[in-house]
């Protein structure tokens, strides 16, 4: 009973995915039901089903489309998609990402990419990936504080359990932590030549350049799970490109992260006395001034959070024309700062989940096999 409801859930949710799909690629309710039948058949001889390769392309794209916390979802049919289903080593996949980021970060000119590697089985996951992105920058506890980035202090102790060493800078890129069913976890290391970051300048404040701060182009999430027709795919590293306030308004800002305000403060020559001087106001802009300024002098694609909600209301017209709802998880979407200046703070969203999707996954453990 357990399998047959299983094997019921599976075939409806295929059926859905295959409709829209279809219909969406502008393919015959002819096709649709041979296709249905043969994925059909296929459930009920095997308890699971392949995705064509046009499938699989079509449905990540739509996964982005339906991804409630994104404001950059206008250019969701320019995903590139690659097809990763036959690799099953540790070897093979850290090869395939290093490809990913390659091709992704494209000398600056950022490439909306996802590449995808075999599917669930059996409740099994052939691959599974311990980063949270494919370039993040190492934490390291040191007492109370922390040198580097704090959400990196639990991956970072996990790769020196593993044998890596770093140099204890603020910005050390971490290795990539890949692990095959049935095997403990391996570190591969990431060649700095293909790891493109950007020194954050500031176009008046020529002291910003003192402070040593920079970031990377990419940024390319590796931890979540991808579902698509009912199928799971838990290692599926996807990218778009950041959007400003994403690292002058959080990354670096941050009390708990890398807390620049204070200093960019002391830079300007603000008086940090007193909240109603709105220090933390002035510094937290020109701090995101800084940013899109470096991004744009070192020629890497990034977008600001005026043009980004342009951009996602013209989203919500296309969608609109396509006979389709727009949903969305208002916290996400309204940019952390100047928000009420924007048409997305004024309106609300349905937070439905649609699939395809994206979803958060459990966290693997070192030492714990999968």
């Known amino acids: 009973m357990i399998q047959s409801t299983k094997t019921n859930h599976l075939i409806i949710e295929a059926t859905k995915f295959i409709q829209f799909c279809y219909d969406e690629l502008g393919m015959s309710k002819e096709k649709q039901s041979e296709r249905m039948t043969e994925i059909e058949n296929e459930i009920n001889t095997t308890g699971t089903y392949f995705h064509k390769s046009f499938e699989l392309t079509h449905g990540a794209k739509m996964a982005w489309r339906n991804s409630n916390r994104c404001i950059g979802r206008l ?4 995903l590139h998609v690659f097809d990763a289903r036959d690799v099953y080593s540790a070897e093979q996949a850290y090869k395939k990402l290093l490809k990913h980021i390659e091709f992704a970060t494209n000398d600056g000119k950022i490439q909306s990419t996802i ?7 059996n409740g099994k996951d052939p691959l599974r990936i311990l980063n949270h992105q494919l370039l993040r920058y190492a934490g390291y506890k040191n007492g109370d504080k922390v040198i580097g980035d704090s959400t990196s202090v639990k991956i970072t102790k996990t790769c020196e359990g593993l044998g890596w060493k770093g140099t204890n800078t603020p910005f050390d890129i971490l290795p990539l932590v890949i692990q095959e069913l049935g095997k403990k976890p391996k570190v591969y290391e990431i060649p700095k030549d293909i790891v493109k970051e950007v020194p954050i300048t ?7 350049s003192k ?8 940024p390319i999430i590796s931890d979540m ?3 698509i027709g009912g199928i799971d795919y838990p290692m599926a590293p996807f990218n778009g490109w950041y959007m400003g306030t994403e690292i002058g308004a959080r990354n670096l800002a941050d009390e708990d992260r890398y807390n620049l305000l204070p200093k960019i403060a002391e830079i300007m020559g603000l008086d940090t006395k007193l909240n109603r001087s709105l220090w933390i106001d002035k510094a937290l802009v ?38 389709r709802s727009v949903t969305g998880n208002w916290a996400w979407l309204i940019p952390p700062i100047s928000s009420a200046t924007t048409h997305i703070y004024h309106r609300p969203y349905n937070n439905d989940i649609l699939t395809p999707n994206y979803f958060y996954q459990s966290d693997l453990k070192l030492n714990e096999t999968i």
């Open 75 to 78: 250019l969701w049919n320019t």
């Open 202 to 208: 500031h176009p008046q404040y020529e002291a910003f």
């Open 115 to 121: 590449t995808i590697f075999p599917p669930r089985e």
């Open 225 to 227: 799970r991808l579902e």
């Open 211 to 218: 402070l040593n701060i920079k970031w990377y182009a990419v």
């Open 286 to 323: 020109e701090l995101n001034i800084a940013v899109l300024h470096s991004y744009q002098k070192s020629g890497v694609t990034l977008v600001d959070h005026h043009t980004a909600a342009k951009q996602f209301k013209s989203f919500e017209k296309n969608e609109s024309e396509n006979g």
